[in-house]
C-alpha cells in the first residue's frame, strides 16, 4: 500500500491529452513539492516533473505538472506512441522524514 | 557528463547480506546526496535511505532502521548500500538516484543492481 494514491492505469489515443492524478495527505503533498519519474519497462526512471511544474532540459513541453494542497497531477498533452510507460510521483513525507512514492500509474497509448 | 554506476546482479540466500556499490563520475562527488530507491518485481519505486557524501550521514526509511548501512568512499567517489538479514521479499532491483538536495529530486539514476534472494 503506497503512501501516494495514483490509478493503476490510464489509456489515451495519438494527439489526445490524458491527466495522472496523485493524492497524499498534510504530510506530504500538502506540505512539499512533487515530482514525478517516467519509467520504461527494464530501464531507470527519470526525472519528468520536479518542484510541482519544473521541466528539466530535455523533457517535452506536452508534459506539465500541477498541485493543489495535498493532491497533484501530470499531463500530458498530444499523447505520442513513445509516452507509453509507467509514471510515478514522489514528494518528501515530513511524519515519516523520508520520501515517499505512489504506486505507478501504467499508460497506455491506444 | 554525470553518471552514476552500479555493480553487478547479486544472488544471496536468505540470512546473508549483500553489499551494493554506486560509482559516481562527472561531477564533485561531496556536492550532492546520494539515495537508494529499490523496486521489487512488477512493483512500484520504494525509497531506502539517503547519505550525506561529504559527511557520511544517513537517514534511512523507518521500515529499513537496524537492516541497512550506507557508506561512502570519496577517494573513489562510490557510495555504498549494505542491507543484511536478507529475506525472499527484499528481491528487488536497487538504484543510486542523485538528489539535487536533501528533499529535492533525484535527478540522476544508476543503471539498478538486481538482488535476488533464493535459498
Known amino acids: 500500500q503506497s503512501v501516494l494514491s495514483q490509478p493503476p492505469s490510464t489509456s489515451g489515443t495519438p494527439g489526445q491529452r490524458v491527466t495522472i492524478s496523485c493524492s497524499g495527505s498534510?504530510?506530504?503533498?500538502?506540505?512539499?513539492?512533487v515530482n514525478w519519474y517516467q519509467q520504461f519497462p527494464g530501464t531507470a526512471p527519470r526525472l519528468l516533473i520536479y518542484?510541482?511544474?519544473e521541466r528539466p532540459s530535455g523533457v517535452p513541453d506536452r508534459f506539465s505538472g500541477s498541485k493543489s494542497g495535498p493532491s497533484a497531477s501530470l499531463a500530458i498533452s498530444g499523447l505520442q506512441s513513445e509516452d507509453e510507460a509507467d509514471y510515478y510521483c514522489a514528494t518528501w513525507d515530513d511524519s515519516l522524514s523520508g520520501w515517499v512514492f505512489g504506486g505507478g500509474t501504467k499508460l497506455t497509448v491506444l | 557528463q554525470v553518471q552514476l554506476v552500479q555493480s553487478g546482479a547479486e544472488v544471496q540466500k536468505p540470512g546473508d547480506s549483500v553489499k551494493v556499490s554506486c560509482k559516481a563520475s562527472g561531477y564533485t562527488f561531496t556536492t550532492y546526496y546520494m539515495n537508494w530507491v529499490r523496486q521489487a518485481p512488477g512493483q512500484g519505486l520504494e525509497w531506502v535511505g539517503i547519505?550525506?557524501?561529504?559527511?557520511?550521514?544517513?537517514t534511512y526509511a523507518q521500515r529499513f532502521q537496524g537492516r541497512v548501512t550506507m557508506t561512502r568512499d570519496t577517494s573513489t567517489s562510490t557510495v555504498y548500500m549494505e542491507l543484511s538479514s536478507l529475506r525472499s521479499e527484499d528481491t528487488a532491483v536497487y538504484y543510486c538516484?542523485?538528489?539535487?538536495?536533501?528533499?529535492?529530486?533525484?535527478?540522476?539514476w544508476g543503471q539498478g543492481t538486481l538482488v535476488t534472494v533464493s535459498s
Open positions: 547519505i550525506t557524501p561529504s559527511s557520511g550521514l544517513t
Open positions: 498534510s504530510s506530504n503533498l500538502g506540505s512539499n513539492t
Open positions: 538516484a542523485r538528489g539535487h538536495g536533501y528533499k529535492r529530486h533525484f535527478e540522476y
Open positions: 518542484s510541482n511544474n
